[in-house]
């Protein structure tokens, strides 16, 4: 096992499929002779081209609605959005087309396309720069949506992103790019729509995904030194979404929280806490709790911003909460 | 042009109209649900325009795509199965009116967000460009979507990266109601394409010979040069902007004037005017038309509907 950084694992994957497959490319803002704005694509430009690693002008409906197209007639484009905060300028080929394409017209169109898109506070953006809008992408069928939180789970799941015939939407976080990990060595794969358990506990469940997981990890780690064993699941995938792992755990401990970087209105951890209760309510004992973002835009100011964002302390205050 | 290929486009445009004449009367008879979008007055432009297409070349337009389907080969079974909402549609009943394709026809499809197929028309020009090939995609679209900001994006990256994109404006006079000169800065299309550096050139869209030449000159212009074209084609819809519209927004005059030039009887008098054929031979081409729109309808009608297990197929390939 090799400890690689979570910008090591994304980028050691594109390279992976590209030099597997001639028909798989990327494009996007910068992605070329910049080298990606967050450094994963850097070096690709000399090595594959202009060709393969395609600038393209700031123009997120050129970009995805042409990575749509080419992807219909067997080229598999993985078209990068600089950040996920762009995806609301190209809303309608994530929705209207990418996810709608094959069902509508009856199956004739696959859609083998990869959208990577960088997402997550944290880092004094400001309102419109730092979003986790995950949930929003998970709410449509025909999209599939997948986060890594870790860089072995990256790198596998990117892996099986690019080899799929599904429209993906793949999820990172901003604040994740140095963040190590260890990862098999060899080419492998992580299959998507499985959830994980990234951690063993008895006590209580945490699901979370991203950079949820990150935060979790440190605060099982809080907890633990209190003698409090957390279990932590991992989604990976928010569409198609993997409730097995999550209810097994559940139906182990009783007890759990959600853990997201979203806002809690609407968001990934309503869906959970709504499937666990539908799913196995009488394995409840205590009222499952949403940690997530404060229901506000996020503000520049660090202090506001941090304030803002779900942190450690929350995660240990909620699990010690529901084992009360 | 030959003489067979005369009659087959005279073939087509009477085929246009008649299965969407029936449509019309299915859809007051409620056999026919959503939104219905005719192309009746505009017959001649996709005719011409598919006609000079060679069979690799791609076509995509938007929700007004019923001649569309028919001019690149669709059948009529299906367009009137489709409609209906029958399993045998070409979507397989999951489309409707705005959302007919055939992959083997190298349709790809009615688009129903307005300009929103621009970009996937470069992008399937990107994708023969990767391919190497010299495939053109004939990508349609309607005057109101070029106030969009999609058509501004796909124009730019088509001319920027040499995709063989023909792009093809049928300027019908309207977007849904309201009129060019009030929703486009210019009331001239194309001038548009000029800030794109693009060639472009208009053409009238109710003489089918004269599409048919424009569009066969700027195919030749894409396939040899690898850039794109841009094509404005002046047409008029005879019928509302979809059914159910009260028309309030022009004269019935207006409306008049247009039919005058209707795009089958300017062809018809050519074809007779030029003796290409008789009216003997234009009535035997209209009662070939008739039967096989019958033999749609009792098609569509008799197909069965999609299975209830059919709702959750195709969502995803895999």
């Not at chain 1, 790019?177 to 506990?201: A, D, H, M, N, T």
């Not at chain 2, 569309?68 to 070409?90: F, H, P, R, Y």
């Amino acid at each position: 096992m090799a400890k690689i950084t979570m910008r090591e694992a994304i980028s050691q994957a594109l390279m992976e499929e590209m030099d597997r497959d001639p028909a798989v490319f990327i494009m996007g803002e910068e992605v070329g002779v910049w080298g990606g704005t967050y450094a994963v694509t850097k070096g690709f430009y000399d090595k594959y081209g202009a060709d393969r690693v395609k600038d393209t002008p700031i123009a997120e409906n050129a970009i995805l609605g042409a990575a749509i197209g080419a992807a219909m007639v067997g080229q598999r484009p993985i078209a990068e959005l600089m950040t996920i905060n762009f995806a609301f300028s190209a809303m309608d080929y994530i929705v209207n087309q990418a996810a709608k394409l094959r069902y509508m017209f009856g199956g004739q169109f696959t859609l083998p396309l990869v959208i990577r898109a960088v997402g997550g506070g944290g880092r004094q953006l400001g309102a419109t720069h730092s979003q986790t809008p995950d949930a929003i992408f998970a709410h449509f069928p025909g999209l599939k949506v997948v986060s890594p939180g870790t860089p072995e789970d990256a790198k596998g799941l990117l892996k099986s992103a690019i080899r799929s015939n599904d429209p993906i939407l793949f999820i990172e976080h901003a604040t994740m790019y140095q963040v190590r990990g260890e990862v098999p060595e060899g080419e492998y794969l992580i299959p998507i729509g499985k959830s994980k358990v990234q951690r063993e506990g008895s006590d209580l469940t945490i699901v979370t995904y991203c950079k949820g997981l990150e935060l979790s990890m440190k605060a099982a780690d809080e907890l633990g030194k209190e003698g409090i064993q957390a279990e932590i699941v991992d989604l990976r995938t928010l569409r198609p979404l993997d409730m097995e792992p999550v209810l097994q755990s559940f139906k182990k401990t009783n007890r759990a929280i959600v853990v997201e970087e979203g806002w809690k209105s609407y968001g990934v951890g309503s869906e959970i806490v709504s499937r666990i209760y539908e799913e196995a309510f009488d394995y409840v004992d205590a009222p499952i709790i949403r940690v997530a973002q404060k229901e506000v835009p996020l503000p520049y100011n660090r202090t506001l911003e941090q304030a803002a964002l779900p942190q450690v302390t929350d995660i240990v205050a909620a699990a010690k909460e529901v084992l009360k | 042009m030959k003489k067979e290929q005369l009659l087959d486009l005279y073939y087509q445009m009477v085929l246009i109209r008649r299965v969407e004449e029936r449509g019309a009367e299915l859809y007051q008879a409620g056999k026919i649900g959503g939104f219905m979008h005719l192309y009746i007055g505009q017959e001649a432009v996709s005719t011409g325009l598919i006609a000079a297409r060679e069979p690799r070349d791609r076509v995509i337009t938007a929700y007004r795509d019923h001649g569309v389907a028919l001019n690149c080969g669709i059948s009529a079974n299906e367009v009137m199965a489709e409609l209906l909402g029958k399993a045998t549609g070409m979507s397989k009943g999951k489309g409707g009116s705005m959302h007919m394709a055939s992959v083997e026809k190298n349709m790809w499809g009615g688009h129903a967000i307005v300009g929103g197929h621009l970009p996937v028309a470069a992008g399937l020009a990107l994708g023969d460009q990767y391919a190497k090939n010299d495939n053109i995609t004939i990508c349609m679209f309607g005057d109101g979507a070029t106030n969009i900001g999609y058509f501004h994006e796909a124009l730019n990256l088509s001319k920027t990266w040499g995709l063989r994109v023909l792009w093809v404006c049928e300027n019908n006079q309207y977007g849904m109601g309201t009129a060019v000169s009030r929703a486009s800065a210019v009331d001239e299309i194309r001038q548009k394409a000029e800030g794109y550096g693009m060639k472009n050139a208009e053409v009238n869209g109710m003489d089918v010979l004269a599409v048919y030449e424009a569009a066969k000159e700027s195919m030749d212009f894409v396939r040899k040069e690898g850039q794109p074209y841009f094509l404005e084609v002046d047409t008029y819809r005879f019928r509302g902007h979809s059914m159910g519209d009260p028309e309030r927004y022009r004269k019935a005059e207006e409306v008049k004037q247009w039919q005058e030039n209707d795009p089958i009887g300017i062809f018809n008098k050519y074809l007779l005017d030029k003796k290409v054929t008789t009216r003997k031979g234009l009535d035997e081409i209209e009662a070939r038309v008739e039967e096989e729109v019958q033999k749609a309808v009792e098609f569509a009608e008799t197909s069965p509907e999609p299975a209830l297990e059919d709702l959750f197929k195709d969502i995803y390939a895999e």
